[in-house]
């Protein structure tokens, strides 16, 4: 039977990538959508016309209940997850002194909480089962800072210290815990960007002069879900074309 994958944002530029690599690799995968998103089903056919039978769910990460039944059903459906990717994510930037409370909890429970919410009912049948990969789409900015982003770049630097407290607790029970921290790559929350900003202020601060592919962070993916990567753990890898350099 194919192992399971859940791909929490799949519908997005960077989540659809990573759905069809990993169900190019064998994985049977699920993905979960927002409650209101009117375009899933619309999502799934076009999938299906295209040769993917994924299954989606909808269910809102930054709630914990609504992730625990989320994914009770999947399990239910398909089996026991083994792969998780901790994708979906939302940005609302603005000035530390314009930020509000409200877009500040909005994206530390949307990109954050949502690690704890959907990690937490995965976890302990990866380790029983003794395999599992977890995997956490943080970003450049989190490592680096970004101006207007306190409220995305500390959500997605708290990824990353969440994946190596728990790749310490999961060691040695065959479960790998890692960060992916993808610089610019051209999905709509990029390409929303006006033109005039990214060709002015964004491009130039990458050595390679170009957006990253969402392909490309899905290959990644699709490594760090492998056989091979069993020994790579607590990583935060970087995929931005050199515009950070650690
Ligand atoms: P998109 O906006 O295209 O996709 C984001 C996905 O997250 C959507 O599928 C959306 O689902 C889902 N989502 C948002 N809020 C919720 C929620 N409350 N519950 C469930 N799902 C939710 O963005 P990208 O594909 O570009 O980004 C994917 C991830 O990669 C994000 O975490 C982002 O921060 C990160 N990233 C992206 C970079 C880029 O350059 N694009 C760079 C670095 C990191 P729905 O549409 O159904 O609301």
Redo the contacts with the bound molecule.
């Keep these: 039977m194919s192992r399971v994958t859940l791909v929490?944002?799949?519908?997005?530029?960077?989540?659809?990538a990573i759905c069809i690599k990993m169900a190019n690799m064998g994985y049977a995968v699920a993905t979960?959508?927002?409650?209101?998103?009117t375009?899933?089903e619309a999502w799934l056919t076009e999938m299906k016309e295209k040769g993917y039978n994924f299954r989606a769910y909808p269910?809102?990460?930054?709630?914990y209940d609504a992730a625990l039944e989320c994914v009770s059903q999947i399990v239910k459906d398909m089996g026991p997850i083994d792969v998780l990717v901790n994708?979906?994510?939302?940005?609302r930037d603005m000035t530390f002194k314009k930020m509000d409370k409200l877009n500040w909890d909005l994206v530390m429970?949307?990109?954050l909480d949502?690690v704890f919410n959907m990690t937490k009912p995965v976890c302990d049948g990866m380790v029983e089962r003794g395999w599992g990969r977890i995997i956490n789409?943080?970003?450049?900015?989190g490592q680096k800072g970004a101006f207007g982003q306190t409220n995305?770049s500390a959500a997605?630097a708290g990824m990353h210290g969440f994946s190596k407290a728990l790749a310490y607790e999961v060691a040695r029970k065959g479960v790998t815990v890692n960060t992916i921290?993808?610089?610019?790559?051209?999905?709509?929350?990029?390409t929303a960007i006006a033109p005039e900003v990214l060709e002015t202020k964004i491009l130039p601060q990458i050595p390679m002069g170009r957006?990253?592919k969402?392909e490309e962070?899905a290959g990644l993916v699709a490594y760090l879900a492998s056989e091979e990567a069993a020994f790579l753990t607590g990583a935060n890898i970087a995929i931005n074309g050199g515009q950070h350099m650690q």
């Design positions: 929490t944002g799949g519908m997005g530029g960077l989540g659809e979960t959508y927002s409650p209101g998103n375009k899933a269910c809102d990460v930054a709630d994708n979906a994510g939302i940005t429970q949307t990109n949502s789409i943080s970003s450049v900015n995305y997605k921290s993808p610089g610019y790559i051209g999905t709509k929350m990029v957006l990253g969402p962070v």
